[in-house]
């Protein structure tokens, strides 16, 4: 492959993904990703925004400092304190990457109440001195997509002459159509001098459904890096899913004959991991990486199959890591079974991880006739989400249900000390929920409550969501068993978990509403 057809991916999951409303990372969580996607063979990693809290530093400083082969990168608002910060957090990463941003739109420009030039001298002061800094910049016009032509050409010249490697154009709110996005980059590359020795990006949001359409069309028009994150998480609706350019670009080489160097397999593991640390599971029809994307129930497409796959599949389960040949499990299987059954599912576990998860699984299996593929992944998100280190855990419940009245006795470990509270409530889970709050106050609002059986049959493991909302922070719980009321509480209970740790993910500067305006 020439350099022309090299397409740079730049996944920015522990940024742009983390900040859709609940979907909290532990520090550890993050190190975990940024490891996955680093092995996987993601170009540029966008660690965080280390202005934003000293969680979000100290995990950036830690992935740059880890990193094997990924560029590591840095957010920062068009402010000197900001690319300073982000500069502490990346300097040692083996490749760093200062990337700056501001809206350049009318509707932006507005916010700063910056005029035309006040805003084209604030670019060329702090891409000059993220350049400064170090030598490899990105730079992005906020709202690029509403930006005036000429304005957005005048100020793309200004950040390249003061020394932005990258220049990404974002279509912030999701906006444009596949044509307009070429004609941009087209645009851009014929009238700003400069053009040719930078690469362009492109960062596309999906309100319209359309940013993978975009992001494409941005690379056959000469953009040569594509921002998006795992599952597509982010904002709003999301981002560029990662798993659906990569894909594309494979399947239809034809007539997309670019590299990204990606390694396919990699993609159902790390997309099923991401969506346990995260809160927010994978829709089941969701392109590449749902439930029923190799599933086919029409009698005609099931007989197409049988005679040839290649009839209504276009690529096969192993492409993205899927295992073909099925390892059944039962009460009687061993722990070989079980990390050969995880290791086809696309997760790989440690020992100590394994033994857990072991236990957990003969206590499963001696519930249910059969344990299904989708028993063993909810197994799994029901581990990362209810872990020993926890500030709340649930150690007991007994709960009561008749016409009568329902009742519910708990007990918490609550910073490793049992507390227990008897209640009673409209409906098992609202006592349940009820006795969570008499053991620990708080006014985190409900605002989801969403279950759904993992398999079939009426021993089948129950899957439950919860959203919760605490003065503008939102974050997500989820868990699993056969006993639904017992997956409810470990859900709200881990939902109360997360929002201790979004408190620490502020600044002191800052509030939990303008973080998440932090995007582009």
Same mark, same amino acid.
């Given at each position: 492959?020439?350099?022309?057809?090299?397409?740079y991916?730049?996944?920015?999951?522990?940024?742009?993904?983390e900040?859709?409303?609940? /979907?909290?990372?532990?520090?550890?969580?993050?190190?975990?990703?940024?490891?996955?996607?680093d092995?996987? $063979?993601?170009d540029?990693?966008?660690?965080?925004?280390?202005?934003?809290?000293?969680?979000?530093?100290?995990a950036?400083?830690?992935?740059?400092?880890?990193?094997?082969?990924?560029?590591?990168? %840095?957010l920062?608002?068009?402010?000197?304190?900001d690319i300073?910060?982000?500069?502490?957090?990346?300097?040692h990463?083996?490749?760093?990457?200062?990337?700056?941003?501001?809206?350049?739109?009318? !509707?932006?420009?507005?916010?700063?109440?910056?005029d035309?030039d006040?805003?084209?001298?604030?670019i060329?002061?702090?891409?000059?001195?993220?350049?400064?800094?170090?030598?490899?910049?990105?730079?992005?016009?906020?709202?690029?997509?509403?930006?005036?032509?000429? #304005?957005l050409?005048?100020?793309?010249?200004?950040?390249?002459?003061?020394?932005?490697?990258?220049?990404?154009?974002p279509?912030?709110?999701?906006?444009?159509?596949?044509?307009?996005?070429?004609?941009?980059?087209?645009?851009?590359?014929?009238?700003?001098?400069?053009?040719?020795?930078?690469?362009?990006?492109?960062h596309?949001h999906? =309100?319209l459904?359309?940013?993978?359409?975009?992001?494409?069309?941005?690379?056959?028009?000469?953009?040569?890096?594509?921002?998006?994150?795992?599952?597509?998480?982010?904002?709003?609706? %999301?981002?560029?899913?990662?798993?659906?350019?990569?894909?594309?670009?494979?399947?239809?080489? =034809?007539i997309?004959?670019? +590299?990204? %160097?990606? +390694?396919?397999?990699?993609i159902? $593991?790390?997309?099923?991991?991401?969506?346990?640390?995260?809160?927010f599971? *994978?829709?089941?029809?969701?392109?590449?990486?749902?439930?029923?994307a190799?599933?086919?129930?029409? $009698?005609?497409?099931? +007989?197409?199959?049988?005679?040839?796959?290649?009839?209504f599949?276009?690529?096969?389960?192993?492409?993205?890591?899927?295992?073909?040949?099925?390892?059944?499990?039962?009460?009687?299987?061993?722990?070989?079974?079980?990390?050969?059954?995880?290791?086809?599912?696309?997760?790989?576990?440690?020992?100590?991880?394994?033994? =857990?998860?072991?236990?957990?699984?003969?206590?499963?299996?001696?519930?249910?006739?059969?344990?299904?593929?989708?028993d063993?992944?909810?197994? @799994?998100?029901?581990s &990362?989400?209810?872990?020993?280190?926890?500030?709340?855990?649930?150690?007991?419940?007994?709960?009561?249900c $008749?016409?009568?009245?329902?009742?519910? =006795?708990?007990?918490? *470990?609550?910073?490793?000390?049992?507390q227990?509270?008897?209640?009673?409530?409209?409906?098992?889970?609202?006592?349940?929920f009820?006795a969570?709050?008499q053991? #620990?106050?708080?006014?985190?609002? !409900?605002?989801?409550y969403?279950?759904?059986?993992?398999?079939?049959?009426t021993?089948?493991?129950?899957t *439950?969501?919860?959203r @919760?909302?605490?003065?503008?922070?939102?974050?997500?719980?989820?868990?699993?068993?056969?006993?639904?009321?017992? /997956?409810?509480?470990?859900? #709200?209970?881990? &939902?109360?978990?997360r929002?201790?740790v979004?408190?620490?993910?502020?600044?002191?500067? /800052?509030?939990?509403?303008?973080?998440?305006?932090?995007?582009?």
């Amino acid at each position: 492959m020439s350099d022309k057809n090299r397409v740079y991916i730049f996944d920015t999951t522990l940024r742009d993904g983390e900040q859709s409303p609940g /979907a909290t990372m532990s520090h550890a969580e993050k190190l975990e990703i940024a490891a996955m996607l680093d092995e996987m $063979g993601v170009d540029i990693i966008e660690a965080g925004f280390p202005m934003a809290s000293e969680g979000d530093f100290n995990a950036v400083s830690e992935i740059a400092r880890q990193t094997k082969n990924s560029v590591i990168c %840095g957010l920062a608002r068009a402010q000197l304190p900001d690319i300073d910060r982000c500069w502490e957090a990346i300097r040692h990463a083996s490749r760093p990457r200062i990337h700056t941003f501001i809206g350049t739109s009318p !509707l932006h420009r507005a916010i700063p109440n910056l005029d035309m030039d006040q805003m084209a001298d604030r670019i060329h002061q702090t891409v000059t001195h993220a350049r400064n800094l170090c030598d490899n910049v990105q730079w992005s016009p906020m709202d690029a997509t509403r930006t005036e032509h000429d #304005y957005l050409c005048r100020v793309v010249e200004i950040a390249i002459r003061a020394g932005a490697t990258t220049i990404n154009i974002p279509d912030t709110v999701g906006y444009t159509a596949p044509r307009e996005s070429a004609d941009l980059i087209r645009m851009l590359l014929e009238r700003v001098p400069g053009a040719d020795q930078i690469i362009f990006a492109t960062h596309c949001h999906n =309100d319209l459904g359309m940013a993978t359409a975009n992001s494409l069309a941005a690379v056959e028009a000469g953009a040569r890096q594509i921002e998006c994150t795992i599952n597509g998480l982010g904002e709003r609706a %999301g981002n560029t899913a990662l798993e659906e350019v990569v894909m594309a670009m494979r399947v239809r080489h =034809d007539i997309m004959p670019y +590299d990204t %160097g990606i +390694d396919t397999t990699k993609i159902m $593991g790390i997309s099923r991991r991401v969506a346990q640390v995260s809160g927010f599971p *994978v829709q089941f029809n969701k392109a590449i990486v749902g439930k029923n994307a190799f599933l086919h129930e029409s $009698g005609i497409h099931q +007989d197409g199959v049988l005679k040839n796959v290649e009839t209504f599949e276009i690529m096969r389960p192993a492409d993205i890591g899927l295992n073909e040949n099925n390892i059944v499990l039962g009460k009687h299987s061993g722990r070989a079974a079980l990390r050969s059954k995880l290791a086809d599912l696309g997760f790989e576990v440690g020992d100590n991880q394994l033994k =857990d998860l072991f236990v957990r699984f003969k206590a499963l299996a001696d519930r249910k006739k059969e344990v299904y593929d989708d028993d063993i992944v909810a197994l @799994m998100a029901d581990s &990362a989400a209810n872990t020993g280190d926890d500030y709340l855990q649930v150690k007991h419940l007994r709960v009561i249900c $008749g016409s009568d009245g329902q009742s519910a =006795d708990l007990t918490l *470990v609550v910073d490793g000390q049992d507390q227990t509270a008897s209640t009673t409530g409209d409906g098992p889970v609202d006592a349940v929920f009820n006795a969570v709050r008499q053991i #620990y106050p708080h006014d985190a609002r !409900l605002q989801l409550y969403q279950v759904h059986a993992v398999t079939e049959g009426t021993d089948a493991q129950a899957t *439950v969501s919860v959203r @919760m909302e605490e003065e503008g922070r939102i974050a997500t719980g989820q868990a699993s068993d056969t006993d639904t009321i017992l /997956a409810s509480v470990k859900a #709200y209970v881990g &939902a109360l978990n997360r929002l201790r740790v979004r408190r620490g993910q502020v600044g002191p500067d /800052a509030d939990a509403k303008q973080v998440s305006m932090y995007s582009h």
